[in-house]
């Protein structure tokens, strides 16, 4: 990680060290790519990711800073159910990453239809997105709950994928839809509370039918999604999956 | 064998050292690093000075150009000018001096027939820069990139230049121009004295240099006031609108690693300068410091 530097220099401000600034932010990096911050700092990145974020749908890594500022009390409690489930408990020490460089595509397309892998495969080609696009996280400052944040974010396709929801923006709120009830992360709550903005009127009476309701029963039935060890089930059957799990069938 | 192992060693343990922002770092690797945050920042160079400084940039700008007061006719080489924002003040400035002079020579013009009247506006036309000029100098391609792209697109093309280049080490004559400027700049140069010994350089006899800097604020209230907000905001700010937290953090850490007010005076004289000032602007957030070649 960074050290910070304590020896004096010639051009340091008059009677202040540097050290008097930097103990604001904490002095040491816990993993990498971790940027320590003031509590001020979050409020303030919260607050701005939270703005850029909507006014700017391309910015990406705003949601994520957004969800990463705004996670205190979500992220411990979804560490606290990993840790008290056996499936989960592994996962939490095993620390697995979905990542192209890690998965067996071939063997995975190689699967026969229904399958989580399969499916899995068929969703990130249909829609053109791929695994290694989720953002490394910068903000939180515990070792254990940057990889649940980083897991969260690796298992939000499969998420699609078992849902049976597209990367467009109607899929991607009904996605948030359960993710918020799941995971109580506020940045999932304002993301399907303010989502749905952008959406026509149609959809957004598809939406207030049949999706949301759906979403928000699945999420309440269903066990917590982080306790799946999905790198060891890709030959289960996804409707087997979603029973085993609680998900409801889509409408 | 030993012998050139030792040899070798002690090459290494003698790289220069020097600090980027908080960190110690070498020479090398202290350039490399300052390239590397220009290239990320200059798509939102501007857009990021507006937000950090609220605009206020843009009268130190304005200040330093007003105080250079530069007369058509006038060469300028704007060293670090990356996007160009002391290079077309300067082209206004000059354009507006300019008109004023014809504006006055017309006014005299008052027995002269309609043709003598017509062939002046043609000569006058053609120069309404007045043969002034602007050499833009920088070392970062992505800056330069920035700075000519708004350049053809606010319809600047008269009188102005793009030079790749470094301050350390200017690819130009002795004794070429009227006036140096280095605008937030000189900061970022390695070698500061190297820089000033190459703008004493360039300028010709009675040549000024000028330099628009972030520098030392004194007030102990303000100067608090002042270190929250840079440390606080600021890379907030880098991170939400330019999504890169490390460059604007690295920005307020060299701010504060930058000589104040007398040092760089002292510094200025050193490379021979006479005449050497200094104006506090917004008290001492920016200084601006101004020296003379004989």
Known sequence: GRAWLSHAEPWTRDGRREEEEEEEEGCYQLYPGHIPTSPLQK????????????????????????????????????????????????????????RLSTLDMARLRGLPGGTLGREYVRFLEDNKVSPDTRMPPKFVDDEELAYVIQRYREVHDLMHTLLGMPTNMLGEVVVKWFEAIQTGLPMCV?????????????????????????????????????????????????ESLREEIGILPPP | ALRALCGSVRGLAAAPETHFGFQTV?????????????????EKYDVMNDSM???????????????MNPSPGTLLLDVAGGTGDIAFRFINYVRSVRERQLQQKLKHHQNLSW??????????????????????????????????????????????????????ELPFDDDMFDVYTIAFGIRNVTRIDLALQEAYRVLKP??????????????????????LYSFQVIPVLGEVIAGDWKSYQYLVESIR???PQEELKAMIEDAGFFKVDYQNLNWGIVAIHSGFKL
């Open chain 1, 43 to 98: 409020a303030l990145l919260a607050a701005g990711s939270a703005f850029m974020g909507l006014s700017d749908p391309s910015r990406h890594d705003m949601v994520a800073v957004l969800g990463e500022t705004t996670g205190c009390l979500a992220l411990p409690n979804l560490r606290d159910k990993m840790k008290h489930h056996p499936e989960g408990y592994r996962i939490l020490q095993e620390r697995p990453r979905i």
């Open chain 1, 190 to 238: 304002l993301g399907a509370a303010f989502g749905p903005v952008r959406l026509s009127a149609r959809k957004l009476q598809v939406l207030a039918t049949d999706l949301v309701p759906w979403a928000i029963r699945s999420g309440r039935n269903a066990s917590c999604i982080l306790n799946v060890y999905y790198e060891q089930r890709w030959e289960q059957a996804v």
């Open chain 2, 26 to 42: 070498t020479e090398a690797e202290r350039r490399e690093k300052i390239y590397k945050v220009f290239e990320s920042v200059a």
């Open chain 2, 53 to 67: 400084t609220l605009g206020i940039h843009r009268v130190w700008k304005d200040i330093l150009v007003h105080k």
């Open chain 2, 115 to 168: 043709q003598e009247i017509s062939e002046s506006y043609q000569e006058d036309k053609s120069k309404s820069l007045g043969d002034s000029q602007v050499v833009v100098c920088d070392i970062n391609k992505e800056m330069l990139k920035v700075g000519k792209q708004k350049a053809q697109h606010l319809g600047y093309s008269e009188g102005l230049s793009w030079v790749l280049g470094n301050a350390e």
């Open chain 2, 206 to 227: 009675g040549g000024r240099f000028l330099c628009l800097e972030f520098s030392h604020v004194s007030n102990p209230l303000l100067s608090r006031l002042y270190d």
């Open chain 2, 257 to 259: 690693r930058f000589p």
